[in-house]
Nanobody
């Protein structure tokens, strides 16, 4: 059974940091690229970052370039999203996704003073 479990979200002040984790099981994690998306009621779903299967290539949305860092640990079947210098507009539900495999339920990130 394919599973994705995100954690690490919460309430943080502008300028703060959070580290999201996505623990997976049920498929060969190291064979797939991992995507982090975010979704808020006011905006369309946005691809925030993606990382190739062995971590050698990453891409970022312009809106998070230089502030967010995606990484992965294939031995632990886990992906991470380090988010620094957070802004109120980063408020959203963040979820990890593998194309044609599945996605998690997401973790809420709220940036507010």
């Amino acid at each position: 059974q394919v599973q994705f479990v995100e954690s690490g979200g919460g309430l943080v002040q502008p300028g703060g940091s959070l580290r999201l984790s996505c623990v997976t099981s049920g498929f060969t994690f190291s064979s797939y690229a991992i995507n982090w998306y975010r979704q808020s009621p006011q905006k369309e779903r946005e691809l925030v970052a993606a990382i190739a299967s062995f971590g050698d290539n990453t891409i970022y949305a312009d809106s998070v370039q230089g502030r967010f860092t995606i990484s992965r640990d294939n031995a632990k079947s886990t992906a991470y999203l380090q988010m620094d210098s957070l802004k109120p507009e980063d408020t959203a539900v963040y979820y990890c996704d593998v194309t044609r495999v599945g996605r998690g339920q997401g973790t809420q990130v709220t940036v507010s003073s």
